[in-house]
């Protein structure tokens, strides 16, 4: 009878949470401000904005869902032009390069390469890694006094600006050393400042594993040709697409003409790539945003190119082109721009810039940094941003940050109702044996 009794309190309980939690909680769903300052549900805006129904007033129709866009990472690892052309969509540019690629800046969508992962040098492209890790380290106005030390160790016939041991010089100042110039003399005395020239060799490698850019080794930070020191095509649109991220960043690379100071007066310096500036023969690029360009005798004429149009923005890269003579970079970034803008709706994404976190890649990262430091580099390789790992072709890497919320949210909405449960039942059996001590009491 007892047990009976408590059962049927603990029923009783156990059916009210229920009945509560079956119905919808009013914090379960966020709301939107309305241009009334009324609050309207996600639900509620979102079909506010469809197109109303000719069928009747009221009545919406559903939007159509956007195409799918397989992304079939492993087509980068192959030799020769990769692209996935839809009806309709230009032929891809025939070029000299000897590797290229074209992509979405906003999406990080590879929309075309050509021997994307090829290990390559890559001249003063390279400034643009050496600035996406020193930029954030120093305010635009600081001012640094040259020491002659830090113009030591400059690889002969290298591009300078002009530094001058015991000038002072604003961090701008450097920094448009760096991209107009491509000052190998800017890069020195900015590496000093942040740790040195190893320190920086180190930097800007672990900074590249960071971005997925697992082609490029770093040796000398301004891009001067140096054993072992490699990138990519695919890499060096990385550096791109990240540095347009930046305003800094994206300041600098688009200045065509700046004032050097000299002490008491200034010069005029413009920037070195021509796409930019019009110069030399080469006709400016509509909308163009800059990044970097770079020649070496052994890099040949290198290029990463960024431009906008509408609200669509194309970063390029271009490596060693073999014929046209030292402008004809610019010319082939041309036609991969023009060819992008024009088949960017019309081809599937051969790839992406963006990189794959998985445990082997965070592995890898960390071999990276203790390799540098002179620990023992455990077995293994981190796999590049463009391929996929432990997914089969067309499967884009599941995004574990967008997945933490979800799985959070799933935890917590699971856990609730048993906690709730547990809590009801206990309250019901304390009510029970309340009311028989009551009872009791009272006879």
Not at 243 to 258: H, I, K, M, N, W
Not at 343 to 368: I, K
Request: charged share 20%.
């Amino acid at each position: 009878m007892i047990v009976t009794s408590a059962v049927r309190h603990a029923a009783a309980g156990t059916a009210a949470v229920l009945f509560v939690l079956s119905a919808p909680a009013a914090t379960a769903s966020p709301v939107t401000a309305s241009a009334t300052g009324a609050a309207v549900s996600p639900a509620s805006a979102a079909s506010s904005s469809l197109p109303v129904s000719s069928e009747g007033a009221g009545s919406v129709r559903e939007p159509t869902p956007p195409a799918r866009r397989q992304v079939d990472r492993a087509r980068l690892d192959r030799k020769g032009t990769q692209v996935q052309a839809l009806p309709g969509a230009p032929d891809a540019p025939s070029l000299s390069a000897l590797a290229w690629v074209v992509a979405d800046a906003s999406t990080g969508e590879v929309l075309a390469a050509r021997n994307a992962h090829r290990r390559l040098p890559p001249a003063s492209t390279l400034k643009a890694l050496f600035a996406l890790t020193a930029l954030p380290h120093h305010d635009p106005s600081e001012r640094h006094t040259v020491a002659d030390s830090e113009l030591t160790g400059i690889g002969d016939g290298s591009s300078l600006v002009g530094l001058k041991e015991g000038y002072t010089y604003k961090v701008s100042d450097l920094w448009n050393g760096v991209f107009l110039s491509s000052g190998n003399d800017a890069v020195r005395v900015l590496a000093s400042m942040n740790g040195g020239w190893e320190a920086m060799t180190r930097k800007m490698q672990e900074k590249a594993r960071s971005l997925g850019a697992t082609d490029t080794h770093v040796v000398s930070p301004d891009g001067y040709d140096a054993p072992g020191q490699v990138s990519s095509a695919y890499d060096l649109a990385v550096f791109g697409r990240a540095g347009l991220q930046d305003p800094e960043f994206v300041r600098y690379c688009s200045t065509r003409y700046a004032d050097f100071p000299a002490g008491s007066w200034s010069y005029g310096i413009a920037n070195t790539n021509r796409l930019l500036t019009g110069e030399d023969g080469v006709s400016r690029y509509p909308g163009l945003i800059g990044i970097k360009n770079g020649y070496t005798s052994g890099a040949g004429n290198t290029l990463i190119s960024a431009a906008r149009r509408g609200d669509r923005t194309l970063v390029v890269s271009v490596m060693n082109p073999q014929g046209g003579g030292g402008l004809a970079v610019y010319e082939e970034a041309r036609e991969l721009l023009d060819w992008g803008f024009e088949a960017a709706d019309r081809v599937q994404p051969v790839g992406s810039l963006l990189p794959v976190r998985t445990r082997d890649a965070d592995a890898g990262a960390r071999a990276v940094s203790a390799r540098d430091s002179g620990a023992a580099e455990p077995a293994g390789r981190a796999p590049r941003a463009g391929a996929e790992v432990g997914a089969p072709d067309g499967a884009r890497a599941p995004d574990a940050s967008a997945q933490a919320p979800a799985r959070a949210s799933s935890d917590a909405s699971a856990g609730l109702p048993l906690t709730l449960l547990g809590t009801a039942c206990a309250a019901a059996l304390a009510l029970w044996a309340w009311r028989r001590r009551a009872a009791r009491e009272a006879s």
